[in-house]
């Protein structure tokens, strides 16, 4: 393994294993919520903690639009934008795709997770928004560094995925 694999190597690990760590803990310590057990009403409290995910996307969106608008990237037909802008561009971009995913997967988690830990839910709202912040900054420090909230945020979305897909079926396939 090259030296650059092995940084975004480690950096992953260590996303996978904060993402983990956190989400149970969080999980843990915020309460059962006290709503109805109906589907409409897991459906709105998981819509709740999905507006809280889309609050990295759209301080990200901010702040192109604020860079665009003091520089001369003011007209992106120009291709005007310095690294900086490229990697808020970069950011925001995948930061849409993976909320995209964290949306469908969270509501469909809320349909199927046990009342008493429906929590969860927004145990992965808090920590998605930790990861998104952690991928910004570690990418604004050096694009290797943008592994451990990337690896955060892809594996959370991919374990609640999975989740759904082991309760909507009953086993692993």
Do not use: C
Request: glycine content about 8%.
């Amino acid at each position: 393994m090259t030296s650059d694999q092995k940084t975004v190597a480690f950096g992953a690990a260590s996303g996978i294993v904060l993402m983990v760590a956190a989400v149970w803990t969080l999980t843990n310590a915020l309460p059962v919520p006290a709503i109805g057990d109906g589907v409409a009403e897991r459906l709105a409290y998981a819509l709740g903690a999905n507006v809280f995910a889309l609050v990295p996307f759209f301080v990200m969106l901010i702040v192109v639009g604020n860079e665009r608008f003091l520089s001369a990237a003011i007209d992106p037909t120009r291709h005007a934008e310095d690294m900086k802008m490229e990697i808020h561009g970069r950011v925001a971009d995948n930061t849409l795709q993976q909320n995209f995913v964290f949306a469908v997967a969270s509501l469909a988690l809320s349909t199927v997770v046990p009342a008493q830990y429906l929590q969860v839910v927004w145990a992965a709202a808090i920590w998605f928004v930790i990861a998104r912040t952690a991928f910004w900054i570690g990418y604004r420090i050096h694009p290797l560094y943008r592994a451990p909230g990337m690896a955060g945020t892809a594996y959370l979305n991919a374990g609640m995925i999975g989740y759904v897909l082991v309760m909507l079926t009953g086993s692993f396939f």
